[in-house]
C-alpha cells in the first residue's frame, strides 16, 4: 500500500502524467511542424535518427497494415478504458507503492498523448529511430518511452514485494 496516502500523492502523480502528456505533445508538434513526414535526419551516426513516421497500428506497428475501418475507433476506445482504469487506481491509491504510482502515472501520460494522436489523426506521430549499428528498433516517441519506463516500474516494484512479502496484519 502507499505509505504517503492517496490523498499525499494524487496531485504529484496527476502532474506528473500532465508533464508527460505536455512534452509528448509538444515533440510531436514540433517534428510535425519541422520536418517532413518520412524525413530521416542523422542526430548520432550509428545509434539515433530523428524520423518523421506515422503508425497506425499498436505497439510495434502491429496491424500497421491493417486497412480495417474499426482499428482507430476500437483502439481510441480500448486505450480510454485503460485510461480510466489508471486514473481509477492512482486517486484511489489503489496503484501500490511508490514505484508502482509513478510507474503508472508515466503509462497514464504516455497513453493520453497517444490517445489524442488517435483522435485527431487516426495514427501515433513517432520519431525516436535508435539502433546499433544494422540493428534496429521500432521508431517510437516519448510517450512510448513513458508507457515502457513506467511498466518497467511496475513489474520492479512486484519484484520487490516478492522478494519483501507483507506481514501478515493481526
Avoid: C
Avoid at 499498436?58 to 475507433?73: I, N, R, T
Avoid at 485510461?83 to 510507474?103: E, F, H, K, N, P
Amino acid at each position: 500500500m502507499n505509505s504517503a496516502g492517496p490523498q499525499s500523492s494524487w496531485k504529484f502523480l496527476a502532474v506528473l502524467s500532465l508533464l508527460v502528456f505536455v512534452v509528448d505533445q509538444a515533440t510531436k508538434f514540433a517534428v510535425d511542424a519541422y520536418t517532413s513526414a518520412g524525413s530521416l535526419r542523422v542526430v548520432i551516426p550509428g545509434l539515433l535518427n530523428l524520423a518523421h513516421t506515422s503508425n497506425p497500428g499498436v505497439a510495434f506497428s502491429l496491424l500497421a497494415d491493417s486497412e480495417s475501418a474499426w482499428l482507430a475507433p476500437l483502439l481510441i476506445a480500448f486505450s480510454v478504458g485503460v485510461i480510466a482504469l489508471l486514473v481509477w487506481l492512482l486517486v484511489t491509491g489503489r496503484a501500490g507503492g511508490w514505484l508502482g504510482q509513478v510507474g503508472l502515472a508515466l503509462i497514464l501520460g504516455g497513453a493520453l498523448g497517444n490517445v489524442l494522436d488517435r483522435v485527431l489523426r487516426r495514427s501515433v506521430t513517432d520519431f525516436i529511430d535508435f539502433h546499433i549499428g544494422r540493428y534496429h528498433w521500432y521508431t517510437f516517441n516519448l510517450a512510448d518511452s513513458a508507457i515502457v519506463i513506467g511498466a518497467a516500474l511496475v513489474v520492479l516494484e512486484l519484484f520487490r514485494d516478492w522478494n519483501h512479502p507483507a506481514q501478515e496484519r493481526a
